[in-house]
């Protein structure tokens, strides 16, 4: 290939694909990217992937483009690794998705019959990926739940698994009641036990908080974002109310932020 390609505005795929490969060519490539690996890109990938989510809870549409086009970049990346390894290429990739993709919607692609509710596809579709697992020698329940997944994110995961073959909680009374036994736990080992001992009955109590986010129907990790951003509204007006009185944090203490944190708040709730 010329450069006429990498210059080529409208070069689309073909473009990108061709810029990577040049990238990691080990004569002319970039020294950074040519040392790199699966591991070391893997990173990459996962931030990505979280700034494509805040640029569309942001509403960025813009900004969602762009974001896009840098996480395509981490799956150009790793396919362009896996071809030099003779693992795979990009076309295998992407024929592989698209054979799953086929494979789960028979009702589209298929002689299923399409008129179904959306809880009858969803149920459907973990049938198949049921199937799927079963194909690949996965025998036990929790087995192929990806280990890189954020933790409250992957619990829930491994709470969907353990309810399916019926070991959960009948109501979130239940749930409820284990989050007062984890809490007391939790004080009890900050009183005596070791700091190990502590992270355990911290974590206990996460897995537990993340079964009742999954039995009220939330997004753990939404909730917790959503507050992120509450945190850093509130805080942000504290200090410019403090900046107000000629202030900074510094300045202040405790109880005069708490107070400040407090006004904020009644300020946001509506009439």
Sequence with gaps: ???????DPDGGLP?????MRRLRDPQTGCPWDIEQDFASIAPYTIEEAYEVADAIERQ??????????????????????????GLFTFDS??????????????????????????????RDWESQK?????????????EGVARGLPGLTRAVKLQKRLARVGFD?????????????ESRELVEARNSLSADAIEDEFGDLLFVM????????????????????????RFAAIEDRLAAMGKTPADSD???????????????KPD
């Design 1 to 7: 290939m010329t450069d006429t390609l990498i210059h």
């Design 130 to 142: 049921a199937a799927e697992r079963t194909a690949r020698g996965e025998r036990r329940t929790l």
């Design 254 to 268: 405790l109880a005069e932020m708490d107070a400040l944190w407090d006004a904020v708040k009644r300020a946001e």
């Design 169 to 181: 909680w009948a109501d979130t009374g239940d749930v409820l009641d284990k989050i007062v036994e």
């Design 60 to 85: 960025d549409w813009r900004d969602l483009e762009g974001e896009l086009g840098d996480l395509l970049l981490q799956t150009v990346y790793h396919t362009q690794m896996g071809t030099e390894a």
């Design 93 to 122: 990739v992407a024929n592989a998705i698209s054979d799953k993709m086929v494979a789960r919607h028979p009702h589209v692609f298929g002689d299923e019959n399409r008129d179904k509710t959306a809880a009858q596809q969803t």
């Design 210 to 233: 993340a079964n009742l986010a999954r039995h009220l129907g939330v997004d753990p990790e939404a909730a917790l974002r959503r507050t992120n951003a509450k945190v850093e509204r």
């Design 15 to 19: 473009r990108l694909l061709e810029i």
